[in-house]
Nanobody
Framework: EVQLVESGGGSVQAGGSLSLSCAVS????????MGWFRQAPGKEREAVAS???????TYADSVKGRFTIARDNAKNTLNLQMNSLQPEDTAMYFC?????????????WGQGTQVTVSS
């Protein structure tokens, strides 16, 4: 059974930083595309960042230059460093895994970790 467990969420003031981590078990993440998504109350879930099996990264325009996604294949973890946080970054953040490796079909999801940014 594949499990994804996020950690590192919390509350921070605008301009602050947080680092999220996602621990993967039950599947060798080095073969997968892994991504971070977020969903704010009353809004649809949106993609934040992803890193495919070959290390190629993509970012939502709203987080470019502020967030950095990184994978540690040895530890089977995915991280998201979030800097210069703004109130609009407030959301539940989820990590997800696409076993196919190409960031097209995420079939495994974590339970999420809350990020709250106050102004």
């Amino acid at each position: 059974e594949v499990q994804l467990v996020e950690s590192g969420g919390g509350s921070v003031q605008a301009g602050g930083s947080l680092s999220l981590s996602c621990a993967v078990s039950g599947y060798p993440s080095r073969r997968a595309c892994m991504g971070w998504f977020r969903q704010a109350p009353g809004k649809e879930r949106e993609a934040v960042a992803s890193v495919d099996w070959d290390g190629r990264t993509t970012y939502a325009d709203s987080v470019k230059g502020r967030f950095t996604i990184a994978r540690d294949n040895a530890k089977n973890t995915l991280n998201l460093q979030m800097n210069s946080l703004q109130p609009e970054d407030t959301a539940m953040y989820f990590c997800a895994l696409d076993r196919g490796g190409y960031c097209r079909a995420y079939g495994d999801w974590g339970q999420g970790t809350q990020v709250t940014v106050s102004s």
